[in-house]
Protein backbone atom coordinates (compact mmCIF):
# COMPACT_ATOMS: atom_id res chain seq x y z
CA UNK A 1 0.00 0.00 0.00
CA UNK A 2 1.16 3.54 -0.79
CA UNK A 3 3.09 5.13 2.35
CA UNK A 4 0.37 8.21 2.20
CA UNK A 5 -2.59 6.27 1.92
CA UNK A 6 -1.71 3.47 4.29
CA UNK A 7 -1.31 6.57 6.65
CA UNK A 8 -4.97 8.08 5.73
CA UNK A 9 -6.04 4.88 6.02
CA UNK A 10 -4.74 4.31 9.60
CA UNK A 11 -5.47 7.55 10.86
CA UNK A 12 -9.39 7.34 9.76
CA UNK A 13 -9.68 3.83 11.57
CA UNK A 14 -8.34 4.45 14.37
CA UNK A 15 -10.52 7.54 14.72
CA UNK A 16 -13.39 5.20 14.12
CA UNK A 17 -12.02 2.85 16.67
CA UNK A 18 -11.32 -0.02 14.14
CA UNK A 19 -7.96 0.29 13.81
CA UNK A 20 -6.93 -2.56 11.19
CA UNK A 21 -5.11 -5.63 12.00
CA UNK A 22 -2.06 -4.80 9.84
CA UNK A 23 -1.66 -2.00 11.74
CA UNK A 24 -0.84 -4.13 15.05
CA UNK A 25 2.20 -2.86 16.80
CA UNK A 26 3.25 -6.70 17.03
CA UNK A 27 4.57 -8.24 13.98
CA UNK A 28 2.56 -9.67 11.65
CA UNK A 29 2.37 -13.26 10.79
CA UNK A 30 5.01 -14.46 8.41
CA UNK A 31 2.74 -15.46 4.61
CA UNK A 32 3.25 -19.13 5.63
CA UNK A 33 1.78 -18.94 9.03
CA UNK A 34 -1.29 -17.06 7.52
CA UNK A 35 -1.43 -19.43 4.86
CA UNK A 36 -2.07 -22.13 7.23
CA UNK A 37 -3.81 -19.98 9.44
CA UNK A 38 -6.44 -19.46 6.66
CA UNK A 39 -6.36 -23.35 5.86
CA UNK A 40 -7.20 -24.04 9.18
CA UNK A 41 -9.92 -21.71 9.61
CA UNK A 42 -11.73 -22.89 6.17
CA UNK A 43 -11.53 -26.18 7.31
CA UNK A 44 -13.11 -25.77 10.80
CA UNK A 45 -15.77 -23.74 8.67
CA UNK A 46 -16.50 -26.18 6.65
CA UNK A 47 -16.75 -29.12 9.14
CA UNK A 48 -19.63 -26.72 11.14
CA UNK A 49 -21.26 -26.52 7.78
CA UNK A 50 -21.42 -30.39 7.59
CA UNK A 51 -22.32 -30.73 11.10
CA UNK A 52 -24.63 -27.79 11.73
CA UNK A 53 -25.74 -26.57 7.90
CA UNK A 54 -24.80 -23.14 6.98
CA UNK A 55 -26.22 -21.64 9.75
CA UNK A 56 -24.21 -23.29 12.35
CA UNK A 57 -23.94 -21.23 15.53
CA UNK A 58 -20.54 -21.62 16.06
CA UNK A 59 -19.88 -20.31 12.28
CA UNK A 60 -19.61 -16.45 13.42
CA UNK A 61 -16.32 -17.21 15.56
CA UNK A 62 -14.58 -18.44 12.92
CA UNK A 63 -15.68 -16.30 10.29
CA UNK A 64 -14.17 -13.44 12.62
CA UNK A 65 -10.82 -15.36 12.50
CA UNK A 66 -10.92 -15.90 9.17
CA UNK A 67 -11.79 -11.79 8.27
CA UNK A 68 -9.07 -11.26 10.74
CA UNK A 69 -6.64 -13.25 8.59
CA UNK A 70 -7.74 -12.07 5.29
CA UNK A 71 -7.48 -8.33 6.66
CA UNK A 72 -3.70 -9.35 7.33
CA UNK A 73 -2.92 -10.76 4.08
CA UNK A 74 -4.43 -7.39 2.34
CA UNK A 75 -7.54 -8.92 1.12
CA UNK A 76 -10.01 -6.78 2.09
CA UNK A 77 -12.82 -7.19 -0.51
CA UNK A 78 -12.94 -11.01 0.51
CA UNK A 79 -12.75 -10.12 4.48
CA UNK A 80 -15.94 -6.88 3.67
CA UNK A 81 -17.72 -10.65 2.73
CA UNK A 82 -16.83 -12.93 5.10
CA UNK A 83 -17.82 -10.03 8.03
CA UNK A 84 -21.39 -9.58 6.26
CA UNK A 85 -21.93 -12.97 6.12
CA UNK A 86 -20.59 -13.40 9.84
CA UNK A 87 -23.28 -10.77 10.98
CA UNK A 88 -25.95 -12.29 9.07
CA UNK A 89 -24.98 -15.26 10.73
CA UNK A 90 -25.05 -13.76 14.41
CA UNK A 91 -28.69 -11.90 13.66
CA UNK A 92 -30.45 -15.06 12.87
CA UNK A 93 -28.39 -17.44 15.88
CA UNK A 94 -28.65 -14.53 18.27
CA UNK A 95 -31.05 -12.13 17.76
CA UNK A 96 -31.16 -8.70 15.60
CA UNK A 97 -29.56 -6.57 17.98
CA UNK A 98 -26.64 -8.98 19.39
CA UNK A 99 -23.59 -7.82 20.41
CA UNK A 100 -22.08 -11.23 18.93
CA UNK A 101 -22.17 -8.90 15.80
CA UNK A 102 -19.96 -5.81 16.82
CA UNK A 103 -16.48 -7.83 16.07
CA UNK A 104 -17.42 -8.58 12.90
CA UNK A 105 -19.67 -5.09 12.58
CA UNK A 106 -15.78 -3.26 13.76
CA UNK A 107 -14.24 -5.69 11.13
CA UNK A 108 -16.46 -5.04 8.37
CA UNK A 109 -15.81 -1.34 9.03
CA UNK A 110 -12.36 -1.56 8.89
CA UNK A 111 -11.95 -3.43 5.34
CA UNK A 112 -14.20 -0.74 4.02
CA UNK A 113 -11.77 2.10 5.22
CA UNK A 114 -8.54 0.26 3.76
CA UNK A 115 -10.25 0.03 0.50
CA UNK A 116 -11.42 3.93 0.27
CA UNK A 117 -15.43 2.73 0.92
CA UNK A 118 -16.10 5.35 3.50
CA UNK A 119 -20.06 5.39 2.48
CA UNK A 120 -19.98 1.79 3.09
CA UNK A 121 -17.91 2.10 6.25
CA UNK A 122 -20.31 5.26 7.24
CA UNK A 123 -23.25 2.88 6.97
CA UNK A 124 -22.24 0.15 8.66
CA UNK A 125 -21.11 2.72 11.62
CA UNK A 126 -24.68 3.81 11.47
CA UNK A 127 -25.76 0.22 12.37
CA UNK A 128 -23.25 -0.56 14.36
CA UNK A 129 -24.20 2.26 16.94
CA UNK A 130 -28.31 1.11 17.23
CA UNK A 131 -26.58 -2.19 17.78
CA UNK A 132 -24.83 -1.04 21.20
CA UNK A 133 -27.41 1.30 22.19
CA UNK A 134 -29.78 -1.47 21.91
CA UNK A 135 -27.29 -4.28 23.69
CA UNK A 136 -25.49 -2.16 25.80
CA UNK A 137 -26.58 -1.63 29.53
CA UNK A 138 -25.08 1.54 31.20
CA UNK A 139 -21.86 0.93 31.84
CA UNK A 140 -17.87 1.84 30.60
CA UNK A 141 -18.16 -0.37 27.86
CA UNK A 142 -21.25 1.91 26.42
CA UNK A 143 -19.59 4.98 27.30
CA UNK A 144 -16.55 4.20 25.30
CA UNK A 145 -19.12 3.35 22.69
CA UNK A 146 -20.83 6.35 22.62
CA UNK A 147 -17.33 8.19 22.44
CA UNK A 148 -16.19 5.90 19.84
CA UNK A 149 -19.38 7.05 17.90
CA UNK A 150 -18.89 10.51 18.34
CA UNK A 151 -15.29 9.93 16.94
CA UNK A 152 -16.54 8.80 14.31
CA UNK A 153 -19.02 11.56 13.41
CA UNK A 154 -16.18 13.89 13.49
CA UNK A 155 -14.51 11.68 10.69
CA UNK A 156 -17.48 11.44 8.55
CA UNK A 157 -17.72 15.59 9.00
CA UNK A 158 -14.04 16.03 7.69
CA UNK A 159 -14.46 13.49 4.92
CA UNK A 160 -17.82 14.96 3.91
CA UNK A 161 -19.58 11.76 3.84
CA UNK A 162 -23.58 11.51 3.75
CA UNK A 163 -25.58 13.94 5.60
CA UNK A 164 -24.78 17.46 5.59
CA UNK A 165 -21.68 18.23 7.81
CA UNK A 166 -23.68 20.21 10.58
CA UNK A 167 -25.52 17.47 11.34
CA UNK A 168 -22.51 15.26 11.92
CA UNK A 169 -21.38 18.04 14.69
CA UNK A 170 -24.36 17.78 16.58
CA UNK A 171 -24.42 14.12 16.74
CA UNK A 172 -20.69 14.68 17.60
CA UNK A 173 -21.96 17.03 20.49
CA UNK A 174 -24.60 14.89 22.06
CA UNK A 175 -22.86 11.43 21.58
CA UNK A 176 -20.24 12.84 24.02
CA UNK A 177 -22.84 14.57 26.03
CA UNK A 178 -24.64 10.94 26.58
CA UNK A 179 -20.87 9.04 27.02
CA UNK A 180 -20.74 12.06 30.06
CA UNK A 181 -23.82 11.77 31.75
CA UNK A 182 -23.11 7.75 31.62
CA UNK A 183 -20.13 8.57 33.15
CA UNK A 184 -21.62 10.94 35.70
CA UNK A 185 -23.98 8.38 36.65
CA UNK A 186 -21.58 5.81 37.77
CA UNK A 187 -18.35 7.94 39.08
CA UNK A 188 -19.95 10.65 40.02
CA UNK A 189 -19.47 14.83 38.84
CA UNK A 190 -15.71 15.07 39.48
CA UNK A 191 -14.47 12.16 38.10
CA UNK A 192 -10.67 12.11 35.83
CA UNK A 193 -12.85 9.48 33.31
CA UNK A 194 -14.67 12.68 32.59
CA UNK A 195 -12.38 14.84 30.97
CA UNK A 196 -12.56 13.05 27.40
CA UNK A 197 -15.66 13.07 27.13
CA UNK A 198 -15.38 16.93 27.77
CA UNK A 199 -12.31 17.16 25.52
CA UNK A 200 -14.47 15.88 22.74
CA UNK A 201 -17.22 18.54 23.50
CA UNK A 202 -14.82 21.38 23.62
CA UNK A 203 -13.66 20.16 19.91
CA UNK A 204 -17.48 19.86 18.90
CA UNK A 205 -18.25 23.45 20.54
CA UNK A 206 -15.27 24.98 18.27
CA UNK A 207 -16.24 23.35 15.22
CA UNK A 208 -20.25 24.02 15.82
CA UNK A 209 -19.37 27.79 16.33
CA UNK A 210 -16.97 27.90 13.13
CA UNK A 211 -19.38 26.21 10.66
CA UNK A 212 -22.27 28.67 8.71
CA UNK A 213 -24.45 26.07 7.25
CA UNK A 214 -26.08 28.60 5.23
CA UNK A 215 -23.09 28.99 3.34
CA UNK A 216 -23.06 25.55 2.14
CA UNK A 217 -26.91 25.10 1.47
CA UNK A 218 -28.03 28.79 1.11
CA UNK A 219 -31.99 28.97 0.90
CA UNK A 220 -32.43 24.69 0.92
CA UNK A 221 -35.55 23.69 -0.84
CA UNK A 222 -35.94 20.36 1.31
CA UNK A 223 -38.21 20.58 4.66
CA UNK A 224 -35.81 18.58 6.36
CA UNK A 225 -32.44 20.26 5.40
CA UNK A 226 -34.51 23.07 6.74
CA UNK A 227 -35.34 22.07 9.98
CA UNK A 228 -31.96 20.26 10.97
CA UNK A 229 -30.25 24.25 9.64
CA UNK A 230 -32.70 26.11 12.53
CA UNK A 231 -31.73 23.28 14.87
CA UNK A 232 -28.03 23.62 13.99
CA UNK A 233 -28.65 27.70 14.44
CA UNK A 234 -30.09 27.09 18.11
CA UNK A 235 -26.68 25.12 18.54
CA UNK A 236 -24.57 27.97 17.12
CA UNK A 237 -26.24 30.53 19.34
CA UNK A 238 -25.61 28.56 22.37
CA UNK A 239 -21.92 27.71 21.71
CA UNK A 240 -20.03 30.32 23.66
CA UNK A 241 -21.74 29.74 27.03
CA UNK A 242 -21.58 25.47 26.09
CA UNK A 243 -17.59 25.75 25.72
CA UNK A 244 -17.40 28.04 28.40
CA UNK A 245 -19.06 25.55 30.59
CA UNK A 246 -17.42 22.23 29.29
CA UNK A 247 -14.09 23.97 30.06
CA UNK A 248 -14.97 25.37 33.81
CA UNK A 249 -16.11 21.64 34.33
CA UNK A 250 -12.62 20.62 33.20
CA UNK A 251 -10.86 23.42 35.85
CA UNK A 252 -13.23 22.30 38.42
CA UNK A 253 -11.89 18.60 37.85
CA UNK A 254 -8.21 19.51 37.52
CA UNK A 255 -8.59 21.40 40.19
CA UNK A 256 -9.91 18.90 42.77
CA UNK A 257 -7.63 16.60 41.56
CA UNK A 258 -4.85 18.37 41.92
CA UNK A 259 -6.28 18.58 45.73
CA UNK A 260 -6.74 14.93 45.93
CA UNK A 261 -3.57 13.66 44.47
CA UNK A 262 -0.57 12.69 46.50
CA UNK A 263 1.49 14.33 44.63
CA UNK A 264 -0.12 17.34 44.69
CA UNK A 265 3.16 19.99 45.72
CA UNK A 266 4.88 18.42 42.60
CA UNK A 267 1.99 18.78 39.99
CA UNK A 268 0.24 21.65 42.04
CA UNK A 269 -1.37 24.42 39.70
CA UNK A 270 -0.50 22.89 36.11
CA UNK A 271 -3.53 21.26 35.29
CA UNK A 272 -5.64 23.58 36.48
CA UNK A 273 -3.53 26.71 35.06
CA UNK A 274 -3.75 25.05 31.47
CA UNK A 275 -7.81 24.65 31.75
CA UNK A 276 -7.60 28.36 32.44
CA UNK A 277 -5.44 28.96 29.80
CA UNK A 278 -7.71 26.91 27.24
CA UNK A 279 -10.74 29.31 28.70
CA UNK A 280 -9.17 32.18 27.89
CA UNK A 281 -8.50 31.19 24.39
CA UNK A 282 -12.31 30.24 24.05
CA UNK A 283 -12.76 33.44 24.88
CA UNK A 284 -10.14 35.05 22.84
CA UNK A 285 -11.07 33.06 19.57
CA UNK A 286 -14.77 34.66 20.52
CA UNK A 287 -12.98 38.45 20.60
CA UNK A 288 -13.88 38.15 24.35
CA UNK A 289 -10.46 39.45 24.84
CA UNK A 290 -10.82 41.34 28.40
CA UNK A 291 -12.50 38.23 29.65
CA UNK A 292 -9.71 36.26 27.85
CA UNK A 293 -7.11 38.30 29.43
CA UNK A 294 -8.56 37.50 32.99
CA UNK A 295 -8.69 33.88 32.26
CA UNK A 296 -4.47 34.19 31.37
CA UNK A 297 -3.96 36.12 34.46
CA UNK A 298 -5.73 33.45 36.77
CA UNK A 299 -3.81 30.83 35.11
CA UNK A 300 -0.60 32.96 35.82
CA UNK A 301 -2.08 33.13 39.67
CA UNK A 302 -2.41 29.28 39.86
CA UNK A 303 1.61 29.12 39.24
CA UNK A 304 2.71 32.40 41.19
CA UNK A 305 3.81 29.79 44.38
CA UNK A 306 5.63 27.32 42.27
CA UNK A 307 9.80 27.67 43.09
CA UNK A 308 9.41 26.86 38.43
CA UNK A 309 6.08 29.68 38.35
CA UNK A 310 8.20 31.39 35.53
CA UNK A 311 9.34 28.29 33.63
CA UNK A 312 5.71 27.10 33.36
CA UNK A 313 4.53 30.89 32.71
CA UNK A 314 7.19 30.58 29.53
CA UNK A 315 5.97 27.74 28.26
CA UNK A 316 2.15 29.04 28.22
CA UNK A 317 3.09 32.35 27.41
CA UNK A 318 6.14 33.11 26.29
CA UNK A 319 5.26 32.92 22.24
CA UNK A 320 1.96 33.84 20.32
CA UNK A 321 0.01 30.42 20.29
CA UNK A 322 -2.18 29.88 17.03
CA UNK A 323 -6.11 28.72 18.23
CA UNK A 324 -7.78 26.95 18.75
CA UNK A 325 -4.69 25.64 20.31
CA UNK A 326 -6.64 21.99 20.37
CA UNK A 327 -5.68 18.76 18.73
CA UNK A 328 -8.81 17.67 16.44
CA UNK A 329 -9.64 21.61 15.38
CA UNK A 330 -6.22 23.78 14.57
CA UNK A 331 -7.11 26.01 11.91
CA UNK A 332 -3.63 25.27 9.88
CA UNK A 333 -1.24 22.42 9.74
CA UNK A 334 1.81 23.94 11.08
CA UNK A 335 4.96 21.71 11.16
CA UNK A 336 7.55 21.86 13.88
CA UNK A 337 10.89 21.05 11.57
CA UNK A 338 10.92 24.09 8.80
CA UNK A 339 13.10 21.80 6.32
CA UNK A 340 10.04 19.67 5.89
CA UNK A 341 7.35 22.30 5.38
CA UNK A 342 5.90 23.52 2.18
CA UNK A 343 6.11 26.76 2.77
CA UNK A 344 7.66 29.07 5.24
CA UNK A 345 5.78 32.12 6.32
CA UNK A 346 7.22 35.15 8.45
CA UNK A 347 4.70 37.41 10.29
CA UNK A 348 4.02 39.02 13.39
CA UNK A 349 1.21 39.52 15.96
CA UNK A 350 -0.11 42.03 17.76
CA UNK A 351 -0.95 42.40 20.97
CA UNK A 352 -4.64 41.76 20.02
CA UNK A 353 -4.00 38.63 18.57
CA UNK A 354 -3.32 39.77 15.07
CA UNK A 355 -1.47 38.31 11.91
CA UNK A 356 0.59 41.68 10.98
CA UNK A 357 3.18 41.69 8.14
CA UNK A 358 2.54 38.61 6.37
CA UNK A 359 5.67 37.44 4.31
CA UNK A 360 6.08 34.11 2.08
CA UNK A 361 9.86 34.10 2.30
CA UNK A 362 11.04 31.05 0.60
CA UNK A 363 9.08 31.15 -2.98
CA UNK A 364 9.41 27.71 -3.38
CA UNK A 365 8.12 26.98 -7.26
CA UNK A 366 7.31 23.83 -6.53
CA UNK A 367 4.60 24.44 -4.16
CA UNK A 368 0.70 24.58 -5.74
CA UNK A 369 0.65 28.79 -4.75
CA UNK A 370 -3.18 28.56 -5.11
CA UNK A 371 -3.04 26.31 -2.22
CA UNK A 372 0.01 28.51 -0.54
CA UNK A 373 -2.09 31.78 -1.14
CA UNK A 374 -4.64 29.89 0.43
CA UNK A 375 -2.72 29.13 4.00
CA UNK A 376 -1.82 32.85 3.65
CA UNK A 377 -5.21 34.29 3.76
CA UNK A 378 -6.43 31.77 6.74
CA UNK A 379 -3.56 32.79 8.41
CA UNK A 380 -4.13 36.55 8.37
CA UNK A 381 -8.00 35.49 9.87
CA UNK A 382 -6.46 33.05 12.76
CA UNK A 383 -6.25 34.46 16.12
CA UNK A 384 -3.19 33.93 18.16
CA UNK A 385 -2.79 34.11 21.86
CA UNK A 386 -0.41 36.50 22.47
CA UNK A 387 2.59 36.46 23.99
CA UNK A 388 3.22 37.99 27.32
CA UNK A 389 5.69 39.94 29.45
CA UNK A 390 5.21 40.46 33.20
CA UNK A 391 1.55 39.77 32.97
CA UNK A 392 0.98 41.59 29.77
CA UNK A 393 -0.06 40.92 26.29
CA UNK A 394 2.95 42.63 23.87
CA UNK A 395 4.01 42.55 20.03
CA UNK A 396 5.84 39.77 18.91
CA UNK A 397 8.07 40.50 15.25
CA UNK A 398 8.95 38.06 12.79
CA UNK A 399 7.85 35.12 13.69
CA UNK A 400 8.58 32.06 11.67
CA UNK A 401 6.85 29.00 10.83
CA UNK A 402 6.57 26.44 8.29
CA UNK A 403 3.14 24.88 6.83
CA UNK A 404 1.89 21.92 4.46
CA UNK A 405 0.11 22.73 1.84
CA UNK A 406 -0.36 19.77 -0.11
Known amino acids: MNPAVCKRVLLLALLAGTAPLWAASEPLDSARDLEQSERS ?24 SLGHTLQNQGRHREAVELFKRGVHLSRINDGLYSPQQLPLLQGQIASHIALGQYADADERQHYMYRVQVRSMEQGELRAQALMQQARWQYNAYHLGLGAAGFTRLMSMWDLYRLALNDIIDREGQESPLLLPPLTGMLQAQYLIADYKPEEDYGEADDLGTRQQMSRFNAYRAQSYDKGSAVILAMYGIEQKQEQQTAQAEEDKGLASANALVMLGDWRLWHEEREDALQAYREAMAELVDRDDAQLHIDRLFGQPVMLPNLDGVRALPEVDNHEVGDILLEFGVTARGRVVDLDWIDDNEVVNRARANRIMRQLRKTRFRPRFEAGEPVDTEKIVRAYEVN
Not at 46 to 57: D, K, P
Open 41 to 64: YRDAIRAIETSHGAYGADLPEQIL
